[in-house]
């Protein structure tokens, strides 16, 4: 079974330009869970979507969106990027909102400009 | 507010020796879960233990180990007989009853093993 997908893997940006990164969840969990971890640091926790609803939400600005669409994979959306959101952007998966056992994609690498 | 420290921020081993990771949570909560991930320079976390707050029990899985210890909020992680592969960064993390969709990660301990 395939595992946690990301796309892109690695983006440059200028700052003030968006940006959209692409989580695929293993088949099927329906819970998706997006982390920041930027270089020397443990992840932090950004959003969490269950049934294509925001169940959680970390301490970012709103600068950060995110949703989830009905076949479960979901989007990061990052507006007027700054050089401090340069980081690996990593989306876990699992089985349900209960996010027991989470499964990590391989990451974005995002770089700023 | 939860909290995980993890003090040491980078060990360095020979081959075959056996190495102890540690691992301070802080939590209001009686019910909360405790994990163990594994980075490999690639990248991505990998899963290797969860438990939660009611089973304090030591788990063996191989050549890893855990000691989990509620009176002084600690999990620490051993590896015996260390091997180069076992070189990663490795994280431990926390999740509450009051927020449990969320991880909330320690810095990471870089640990190298040299052959």
């Known amino acids: 079974d395939a595992g946690v997908t990301q796309s892109p893997t690695h983006l440059i940006k200028t700052r003030g330009q968006h940006v959209t990164l692409r989580c695929s969840p293993i088949s099927g969990h329906k819970s998706v869970s997006w982390y920041q971890q930027v270089l020397g640091q443990g992840p932090q926790f950004i959003f969490q979507?269950?049934?294509?609803?925001?169940?959680g939400r970390g301490n970012f600005p709103d600068r950060f969106s995110a949703r989830q669409f009905p076949n479960y994979s979901s989007e990061l959306n990052v507006n007027a990027l700054l050089l401090g959101d340069s980081a690996l952007y990593l989306c876990?998966?699992?089985?349900?909102?209960?996010?027991?056992?989470?499964?990590f994609g391989p990451g974005t690498r995002l770089t700023v400009t | 507010a939860q909290k995980v420290t993890q003090a040491q921020t980078e060990i360095s081993v020979v081959e075959k020796e056996d190495v102890t990771l540690d691992c301070v949570y802080e939590?209001?909560?009686?019910?909360?879960?405790l994990f163990w991930y594994k980075q490999p320079p690639s990248g991505e976390l990998v899963f290797l233990i969860r438990?939660?707050?009611?089973?304090?029990q030591n788990e063996i899985s191989g050549r890893y180990s855990w000691n989990f210890q509620k009176s002084t909020s600690s999990f620490n992680f051993t590896i015996t007989a260390s091997q180069v592969v076992d070189s990663a960064v490795y994280f431990c993390a926390l999740s509450d009853g009051g927020s449990n969709y969320k991880l909330t990660f320690g810095k990471g301990t870089l640990l190298t093993v040299n052959p």
């Open positions: 939590t209001r909560d009686t019910t909360y879960y």
């Open positions: 979507y269950y049934e294509k609803e925001e169940r």
């Open positions: 876990a998966s699992s089985l349900d909102g209960a996010n027991l056992e989470q499964y």
């Open positions: 438990r939660n707050s009611f089973d304090e």
